[in-house]
């Protein structure tokens, strides 16, 4: 019978483990709800490089997006490059990440925005 016991006693005790075991892990995923859902999501709104105007890649105009990216570059202090490759990187990491989601025709605003970032910074 003390046998018996000792074997109740023992899966009790592996119960409790996998309980506080589950809570730990409820823990961590309630405060990663918090974060953004994406790596490159973090990256595209809380850049080192540039602080980037809200929604500034869905604007309906290659020229505003290039201009608003100048901008932005232009009035970094905490960039590491030069200001032109530093909107240019910030362009294309967007259209990158965006992969296979992003519309052709936003994809075509935003290769044209290139195209105009050059033409902003004397590039040509």
């Not at 994406?38 to 980037?52: E, F, G, P, Y």
């Not at 240019?88 to 605003?109: C, D, E, H, V, W």
């Not at 935003?110 to 040509?124: I, M, P, Q």
Request: charged letters at 35%.
């Amino acid at each position: 019978m003390a046998h018996a016991r000792k074997t109740t006693h023992s899966r009790k005790t592996a119960t409790r483990k996998k309980t506080s075991a589950r809570r730990t892990t409820a823990a961590r995923k309630s405060t990663k709800r918090s974060a953004p859902k994406r790596w490159s999501q973090r990256v595209t709104k809380q850049s080192d490089a540039l602080d980037l105007k809200q929604g500034v890649f869905k604007l309906t105009s290659a020229k505003k997006i290039a201009a608003s990216l100048k901008r932005s570059a232009e009035h970094s202090s905490r960039r590491k490059a030069g200001a032109y490759r530093s909107a240019l990187s910030m362009l294309t990491f967007y259209i990158n990440r965006a992969g296979k989601t992003l519309p052709q025709t936003q994809r075509s605003r935003l290769e044209r925005a290139k195209v105009e970032l050059k033409r902003a910074f004397g590039r040509e």
